[in-house]
């Protein structure tokens, strides 16, 4: 019963940074994980590979396979995760906590559970100290209290709740895929011209298939390139300024001051914020949204399902197709794709050219592309049957990866209202005789 269930300190049933690389480390590498690489309960970016002599020195925690990783540094962003299958090599900086759990007290998942918990987060928050950098020390950490039910309950948490983890997780390595797959047809097609090339040289022939060039694509494609100020582009392609495939607009911020543009607001309004913790490129909400007044104000107004968002200044790079109405701020470059120009299109371009596009940006407090210097921005331009031979390769995945990710908002949200119910014993788990369990 939840009602027989102890608390305890965190520090006696785990180990608190327990290993760190020093002078014996026995290997030339590691994989090394900043916080500016964790989110909300997940890797966000890769582990770096780099050479242990190059490390910076806060490269210091080792993590193995069951640890529960948890910034000590600005505790309401909530950075952590559960090191599900690290190798031997993985190592993070001093500004995490590594909590090993002790064998035969505590499921290591049901661990990492309590320390997800929104309830210990508003615990770390009321010690954190510092005003430009607020932080918690490992021993707040360790001195936390948490609910500690018997093991084989604990395993049927960690089970419910993990099994939730587990196909979020699963979702967020199939839409890296997804997105690889689709920036490498981009490359191929638009940047590197290989189906030209492959032409030219003999490697692709009429009734051949190669990767990502079915053999029906075969006379879609010239087989010569041609000069222009470009460079070499395949023949009957053309130069032109990104303006002739998109209308490029912009947007502003209602006065922030007056309530009738913001009180019960119905419309999404986005800013570059909205952008910058997004898992893929897809705009599926907002932090704010203005009322029919507020958007009386921004003379772009709502702009369609399916508009390019880039932001334009501070920082400048981030993107995102919108898959709702939308109105925006000052801060993007909104694109809605002309006939015959596919939007995913649109998106790979900025992606793939974003060094270029930057190089147009000027600014003395911070750099800003504006919409006159972004527009004659050259593009190498396909004819209209290779845009749309594009666009129905890349948009099974693209509408698989927004699935996904609505999927996963789904389960998150199922996983944050079940995991205080289930860690408190409001909600009871029955344990079966493998420690998985189910709600009764």
């Not at 910076?56 to 299958?85: C, E, Q, W, Y």
């Not at 909400?285 to 880039?310: H, K, W, Y």
Request: proline share 8%; net charge neutral; hydrophobic share 40%.
């Amino acid at each position: 019963m939840a009602s027989e269930w102890a608390t305890i300190r965190l520090g006696k049933i785990a180990e608190v940074n327990p290993d760190a690389i020093g002078r014996s480390w026995p290997h030339s590498h590691i994989r090394y994980i900043d916080i500016s690489s964790v989110g909300e309960g997940q890797i966000a970016t890769p582990p770096q590979w780099m050479k242990i002599s190059d490390a910076p020195s806060r490269a210091k925690r080792l993590v193995r396979k069951g640890d529960t990783v948890i910034a000590t540094v600005r505790p309401n962003r909530r950075s952590m995760f559960f090191a599900s299958d690290p190798g031997y090599d993985w190592v993070v900086s001093t500004g995490f906590t590594v909590l090993r759990p002790k064998p035969q007290m505590v499921d290591p998942r049901f661990l990492y559970t309590c320390v997800f918990n929104q309830a210990f987060t508003e615990y770390l928050l009321t010690r954190e100290k510092g005003a430009a950098y607020p932080a918690v020390s490992p021993e707040d950490i360790a001195n936390a209290e948490i609910p500690f039910p018997p093991l084989k309950e604990q395993r049927a948490i960690a089970h419910i709740l993990g099994t939730l983890d587990d196909k979020i997780e699963l979702n967020r390595k199939m839409n890296e895929t997804l997105e690889a797959m689709a920036r490498a047809i981009f490359k191929a097609w638009f940047v590197d011209f290989e189906p030209v090339r492959a032409k030219m040289e003999g490697r692709w022939q009429r009734g051949q298939s190669l990767p990502g060039l079915p053999a029906h694509l075969y006379d879609l494609f010239p087989d010569r390139l041609v000069d222009s100020e470009l460079g070499d582009i395949p023949e009957r392609w053309e130069v032109k300024p990104i303006g002739d495939l998109a209308e490029i607009t912009g947007g502003s911020t209602p006065r922030t001051n007056e309530s009738s543009y913001w009180d019960n607001g119905k419309h999404f309004w986005a800013t570059p914020k909205d952008l910058s913790n997004l898992h893929v490129p897809v705009l599926l909400d907002t932090e704010r949204c203005i009322t029919n007044a507020g958007l009386a104000q921004i003379s772009s107004g709502l702009l369609p399902p399916g508009t390019v968002l880039f932001s334009s200044r501070a920082p400048i790079g981030y993107l995102a197709i919108s898959e709702i109405p939308v109105a925006i701020n000052q801060g993007f470059i909104a694109m809605e794709s002309r006939k015959g120009v596919s939007n995913l299109f649109l998106l790979r371009w900025v992606e793939a050219h974003l060094e270029d596009i930057v190089s147009h940006a000027n600014g003395s407090t911070f750099l800003e592309i504006s919409k006159s210097n972004f527009r004659p921005i050259p593009v190498t331009a396909p004819p209209e049957p290779v845009m749309r031979a594009f666009d129905q390769l890349a948009r099974p995945s693209y509408c698989k990866l927004v699935t996904n990710e609505l999927e996963s908002r789904t389960l998150a949200a199922l996983r944050n209202i079940l995991l205080p119910k289930l860690i408190s014993g409001e909600l009871r788990v029955k344990v079966s005789g493998n420690s998985t369990g189910r709600i009764v």
